[in-house]
């Protein structure tokens, strides 16, 4: 992102989108990226979640947290879309603490952690 050549201007209180500031290479970079990270977060999150639906009993927190990880993943990416191909920043920003909140939900219930 350093070495990328921007475009576009950016304009004074607007975040800008950036297909409106940078060329297609940093993008599609982007774009594989974090595709790769995401896929890599539901095959792992889902082939756990199956297993610790196998054993049963207790170890079916940690699978349904498994499975919550998956969700917010999918929330997350949809987002991604969401804001690049719709261009709704507003979607994006809803989607993105959607999907966070599923992960820490989901990490919570997969470690067992219990509040205090």
């Known amino acids: 992102v350093v070495a990328s050549p921007i475009t576009g201007e950016f304009v004074s209180g607007q975040l800008p989108q950036g297909s409106a500031v940078f060329g297609p290479g940093p993008r599609i970079a982007a774009a594989?990226?974090?595709?790769?990270?995401?896929?890599?977060?539901?095959?792992g999150?889902?082939?756990s979640a199956v297993?610790?639906?196998?054993?049963?009993?207790?170890?079916?927190?940690?699978?349904?947290?498994?499975?919550?990880?998956?969700?917010?993943a999918l929330v997350l990416s949809s987002g991604g879309v969401l804001n690049s191909?719709?261009?709704?920043?507003?979607?994006?920003?809803?989607?993105?603490?959607?999907?966070?909140?599923?992960i820490f939900a989901g990490a919570l219930l997969a470690t067992g952690v219990k509040r205090s």
Request: glycine residues 14%.
């Open 51 to 72: 297993r610790l639906f196998a054993l049963g009993g207790a170890k079916d927190q940690g699978a349904w947290g498994n499975v919550s990880i998956v969700a917010g």
């Open 45 to 47: 999150s889902t082939v």
């Open 85 to 102: 191909v719709f261009d709704a920043m507003t979607g994006f920003a809803v989607t993105l603490v959607a999907g966070i909140v599923l």
């Open 32 to 43: 594989v990226a974090s595709s790769v990270g995401a896929l890599v977060i539901m095959v």
